[in-house]
């Protein structure tokens, strides 16, 4: 029998199912109750005064950057070293997204290169704590504070993060998270900003249903009651079901940052003895785990993807640096080689299986593979007759 590996499993089950019955047996299915339990057990765990349940991350960036003042032929500071929705919901608000190259040891966001992007129309940074690993956030808001900059961070890869002593969403205007299918919470898609600033959380609110002053739940809980379209909103507001997804969860938050530190370590052990591996350098403090990347040689990145991919063990590219995409490219005038080090990383990385319940033996079976694929790829490039001019 050859074992089945998997690049990640969700573990939702019973506790999920009872508290998703418990919302198709009451009367509202969307943004209620539910969503406010959620919202404020999140807030709760982030030590953050408010949150909002969203339907996407995406959406929290979107409308972060819309309630901070952002607007067509404004900039906002970002990284090529990210999934492209990122600098989509810079792009949403009629700004354009102005990259900076990353840190090459932790592909995250280089702090000391934002300054110098900065011009007058330069509204906000927007860092993602790329894997897991939260950026210099210090370092970011003095540059904030000296240039009178907001700050958004895209957090979908680390709610547990802690950095230098600060937590993630503490030294920012908002922070927006990411509950797609395998992040470390999980709804199927769903999302959620959090913020210390009662104006800007009840702006968020506004901005995410419509700009209607009264909801679905304020009707069901107040009777009808006339309410005013006050603002250019959108429609992302999480339902009740999402959020019956999530509430079990957070109660596994913890224990299942946890196990994936524990496979993460596993993970190291092997691979620190396979020649020609790197990955990114785990700084002090606490890392989120949401994704393990490695890095290899990137004239054998896609050939170790194939071996390994023929064995049946699954992979992703997390990211391209995505500049080099067409849209960023044909919008803004992005070239190749503008941003090597993100560029190199993105050529460079593979994203190996990890998620709470991997069986240990599977990290085996995966740095196994890949100790073999990369010697057998590396002993024939040796082989190679040497070119000759
Ligand atoms: C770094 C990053 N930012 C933003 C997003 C967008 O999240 P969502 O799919 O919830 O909109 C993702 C999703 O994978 C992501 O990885």
Not at 23 to 50: C, M, N, S, W
């Amino acid at each position: 029998m050859t074992t089945k590996i998997e690049f990640f499993r969700h573990d939702l089950g019973d506790a999920e199912l009872r508290s998703v019955a418990e919302v198709l047996a009451g009367p509202i299915l969307t943004t209620g109750e539910t969503v406010g339990k959620f919202e404020q057990l999140f807030a709760d765990y982030l030590g953050r005064r408010h949150a909002l349940g969203l339907t996407s991350c995406t959406g929290g960036l979107h409308i972060s950057l819309l309630a901070l003042g952002v607007g067509p032929g404004d900039e906002v500071i970002t990284t090529p070293l990210t999934f492209i929705a990122t600098a989509a919901a810079v792009a949403e608000c009629g700004a354009k997204p102005v990259f900076v190259d990353v840190e090459p040891h932790t592909g995250n966001i280089d702090a000391g290169r934002v300054e110098a992007a900065i011009t007058p129309r330069t509204r906000a940074i927007l860092p993602v704590h790329l894997y897991g690993q939260m950026c210099d956030m210090h370092a970011l808001r003095a540059i904030a504070d000296r240039h009178r900059l907001a700050i958004v961070e895209d957090a979908a890869h680390c709610i547990e993060g802690e950095r230098d002593g600060v937590r993630v969403g503490e030294l920012a205007d908002t922070a927006c998270f990411s509950f797609y299918a395998t992040k470390n919470l999980t709804c199927g898609e769903g999302g959620a900003v959090v913020t210390d600033d009662a104006d800007l959380a009840a702006k968020l609110r506004l901005l995410r249903l419509h700009g209607m002053t009264k909801t679905a739940a304020d009707r069901a809980r107040e009777g009808f009651q006339p309410w005013d379209m006050t603002i250019l909103g959108w429609k992302y507001n999480m339902d009740n079901i999402q959020a019956a997804l999530l509430l079990p969860q957070m109660d596994r938050l913890e224990r299942n940052a946890d196990l994936r530190e524990r496979l993460a370590q596993r993970y190291y052990d092997h691979l620190s003895g396979i020649e020609g591996l790197s990955w990114p350098r785990v700084l002090p403090g606490r890392h989120g785990r949401h994704l393990f990347t490695i890095w290899v040689d990137p004239q054998l990145r896609n050939d170790v993807i194939r071996q390994l991919q023929s064995r049946g063990i699954p992979l992703l590219v997390n990211y391209r640096a995505i500049h080099q995409h067409a849209f960023f490219r044909d919008t803004y005038g992005y070239r190749p080689g503008e941003f090597p080090i993100a560029e190199k990383i993105g050529e460079s990385t593979i994203s190996l299986p990890f998620y709470p319940a991997m069986p240990e033996d599977h990290v085996d079976i995966v740095a196994g593979a890949l100790r073999e694929a990369l010697e057998q790829l590396q002993e024939n490039r040796q082989q190679q007759p040497a070119e000759t001019y």
